[in-house]
């Protein structure tokens, strides 16, 4: 009986193996270069306040509060668009958070305010029991620094609700990088501990 039980253990062990073995001779070992990487610059090409159908816009709405009603009220939210041109996500009409903020942010471009004044943050945020990726935007506008998010997936916020870093005391856990269609910037720890805001971006 003995004898039995160790040879059936010996040929499920056997088996087990082999079949282990057999698996990864079919997915070979990831390697280093399998890494996906994305280059931040990408991120910037897809602000782009050129595009005909966003300088169309621009001049048709006007104003940057018209521009973040419509992004807010015309652009449909789909976390599971990837990011794409912000003219491509005025023709299909719906963008995850980032999308968004990439289209406001190139409306406001193609309405004259400089790319000193206003840049897309991703980040990570807090919500019950999970954590998120996320995107907002940051913007100077007469002479004031406000944060806005159009998304409508924390709540629907008004242009100008919040002030300063006062969105980022609110929502967000962590901010990670920031940019524009000129320029791509990792947030600093240091400027975290601080609490001196972003790198400038000119």
Not at 136 to 158: H, P
Request: aromatic share 8%; with cysteine.
């Amino acid at each position: 009986m003995r004898k039995t039980a160790v040879v059936l253990t010996a040929i499920v062990l056997a088996f087990i193996c082999g079949f282990a073995a057999g698996s990864l001779k079919k997915r070979p070992p990831l390697s280093f270069h399998d890494v996906i990487v994305s280059n931040p610059f990408e991120l910037s090409s897809l602000i782009t306040p050129k595009d005909k159908l966003i300088k169309a816009l621009a001049v048709e709405l006007k104003t940057p509060e018209n521009a973040y009603r419509f992004v807010q009220e015309r652009i449909t939210n789909d976390a599971a668009d990837p990011a794409i041109p912000a003219g491509e996500i005025l023709a299909t009409g719906k963008a995850s958070c980032l999308g968004k903020a990439i289209l406001l942010c190139a409306l406001y471009r193609a309405m004259g305010i400089p790319a000193s004044s206003v840049r897309v943050v991703a980040g990570e945020v807090d919500i019950p029991g999970s954590i998120i990726d996320h995107a907002w935007l940051e913007m100077e506008y007469k002479g004031r620094c406000i944060q806005q998010d159009a998304s409508n997936v924390l709540g629907t916020f008004t242009f100008d609700q919040f002030k300063d870093t006062s969105y980022t005391q609110v929502f967000i856990r962590d901010e990670e990088f920031v940019f524009n269609d000129k320029q791509f910037a990792i947030v600093s720890q240091l400027n975290k501990m601080r609490g001196m805001g972003h790198p400038p971006i000119q």
